[in-house]
């Protein structure tokens, strides 16, 4: 599938303001990966550990957060990064001032990291900040030694702007906990998926289930709505503490836990890096998952 033309591409979706892809902004050569969630679920923990298992497996990986807290990468580099807008800012957007290293960091096992950043609270789109990072990687001549990108977008804004990194990727996953907020989060973001999936190669790998003892209720959406679990993250107290450590869950004591979760993190890697089937998941209507979640 290619890229459609910006001037015949038909819109996103009903209401669909979101401007189109250049096509010579296209990712080539990389897999490219978006992970979405509720916010506060854990998508920058799973996403910095899922770099760091790719990265063990011998890939060249880059990780992108797309949040204003530029939070995404810290375990990795053990510090908070400035954005690409905060850099842009000092050259008064004068992008070809900027050398590779103003922006982009090197953190655990080789991971190489950006983060995105955001407009001020309150102004501009966040699909400006993505399409800038991407341009100025491609600039660089940055993206053409990496196996591995992964997009790591804040909660679970699904508007056009916040949607924009999934131009970009191959397949978006969804990081869900076992609960109400979280699965109802998620089906609005399979919508979106599949709206993007009208015009781009983005399609839905599957729920990446974390903070959760049991899987009950996010295996009974998945049955209803075509969804698949791909993996399943335990609430460790190890996990926790990781972020306090400023560090990913591979650098932890090696606990029978921890070791199983960095298994699991590899597992997830393998399985994605290998390829994964698209889904034809059917999102239901906001009143239907109201309906269908929350009973015993």
Known sequence: MTLLDAG??????EGSVQV??????????????????KGGIGKSTTSSNLSAAFSKLGHRVLQIGCDPKHDSTFTLTKKMMPTV?????????????????????????GVMCVEAG????????????VGQTVKLLKQHHLLEDTDVVIFDVLGDVVCGG????????????????????????????MAAIGAKSKNYNVRLAGVVAN??????????????T????????RDLDAIRRSRLKKCTLFEMDETPEVKQAQDEYLRLATMLYAGVDPLKATPMKDRDIFDFLGFE
Do not use: W
């Open 20 to 37: 189109q892809l250049d096509p010579k902004d296209e990712i080539k050569g990389a897999k490219v990966f978006a992970v979405y969630g």
């Open 118 to 129: 955001g407009p001020p609270a309150g102004t501009g789109c966040g699909g400006y900040v």
């Open 85 to 109: 807008i905060d850099v842009l800012e000092t050259v008064e957007f004068h992008s070809e001032e900027l050398r590779a290293e103003d922006y982009m960091f090197e953190g655990y096992n």
């Open 211 to 224: 903070r959760s003892k049991d899987t009950d209720e996010i295996d009974r959406f998945a049955d209803a």
């Open 162 to 189: 916040f949607a924009a990194p999934l131009q970009h990727a191959e397949r978006a996953l969804v990081v869900a906990a076992n609960d109400f907020d979280s699965i109802f989060a998620m089906n609005r973001i």
């Open 226 to 233: 075509g969804l698949k679990r791909l993996a399943h993250f």
């Open 8 to 13: 015949t591409a038909p819109p996103d979706g």
